[in-house]
Protein backbone atom coordinates (compact mmCIF):
# COMPACT_ATOMS: atom_id res chain seq x y z
CA UNK A 1 0.00 0.00 0.00
CA UNK A 2 1.41 3.46 -0.77
CA UNK A 3 1.73 6.11 -3.51
CA UNK A 4 4.95 6.71 -5.86
CA UNK A 5 5.15 10.32 -6.27
CA UNK A 6 7.34 11.99 -9.16
CA UNK A 7 8.43 15.16 -8.06
CA UNK A 8 9.73 16.60 -11.06
CA UNK A 9 6.30 15.93 -12.74
CA UNK A 10 4.29 18.34 -10.42
CA UNK A 11 3.87 22.08 -10.10
CA UNK A 12 5.54 23.54 -7.58
CA UNK A 13 2.44 25.32 -6.13
CA UNK A 14 0.79 22.10 -6.01
CA UNK A 15 3.55 20.66 -3.45
CA UNK A 16 2.54 23.91 -1.28
CA UNK A 17 -0.87 23.84 -1.20
CA UNK A 18 -0.72 20.18 -0.56
CA UNK A 19 1.54 20.51 2.80
CA UNK A 20 -1.55 23.17 3.47
CA UNK A 21 -4.27 21.18 3.42
CA UNK A 22 -2.52 18.04 5.58
CA UNK A 23 -1.10 20.89 8.25
CA UNK A 24 -4.50 22.13 8.60
CA UNK A 25 -6.52 18.60 8.53
CA UNK A 26 -3.73 17.63 11.03
CA UNK A 27 -3.77 21.01 13.32
CA UNK A 28 -7.79 21.09 13.42
CA UNK A 29 -7.74 17.34 14.16
CA UNK A 30 -5.30 17.73 17.71
CA UNK A 31 -6.88 20.86 18.38
CA UNK A 32 -10.41 19.14 18.73
CA UNK A 33 -8.94 16.74 20.30
CA UNK A 34 -7.34 18.23 22.75
CA UNK A 35 -10.81 20.02 23.69
CA UNK A 36 -12.63 16.98 23.49
CA UNK A 37 -10.10 15.11 25.99
CA UNK A 38 -10.70 18.39 28.61
CA UNK A 39 -14.19 18.51 28.43
CA UNK A 40 -14.03 15.70 31.80
CA UNK A 41 -11.93 17.90 33.66
CA UNK A 42 -10.09 14.65 34.80
CA UNK A 43 -6.94 14.83 32.48
CA UNK A 44 -3.64 16.88 33.21
CA UNK A 45 -2.78 19.56 30.49
CA UNK A 46 0.21 17.00 29.25
CA UNK A 47 -2.46 14.00 29.33
CA UNK A 48 -4.46 15.86 26.86
CA UNK A 49 -1.24 16.91 24.64
CA UNK A 50 -0.46 13.15 24.38
CA UNK A 51 -3.97 11.88 23.41
CA UNK A 52 -4.34 14.78 20.59
CA UNK A 53 -0.90 13.79 19.64
CA UNK A 54 -1.65 10.11 19.36
CA UNK A 55 -4.54 11.08 16.52
CA UNK A 56 -2.00 12.79 14.14
CA UNK A 57 -0.42 9.49 12.51
CA UNK A 58 -4.37 8.49 11.80
CA UNK A 59 -4.82 11.68 9.91
CA UNK A 60 -1.77 11.19 7.83
CA UNK A 61 -2.73 7.65 6.92
CA UNK A 62 -6.25 8.48 5.95
CA UNK A 63 -4.90 11.57 3.78
CA UNK A 64 -2.54 9.60 1.86
CA UNK A 65 -5.21 7.11 1.35
CA UNK A 66 -7.60 9.43 0.18
CA UNK A 67 -5.24 10.40 -2.19
CA UNK A 68 -4.31 7.13 -3.75
CA UNK A 69 -8.58 6.34 -4.17
CA UNK A 70 -8.96 9.76 -5.72
CA UNK A 71 -6.11 9.98 -7.79
Do not use: H, N
Amino acid sequence: MGASIKFSDMDGSLLGKSLLVILAGVGTRWGVAYLVCGLEGKFTRGERILMASAWIPKATVQAALSYTVIA
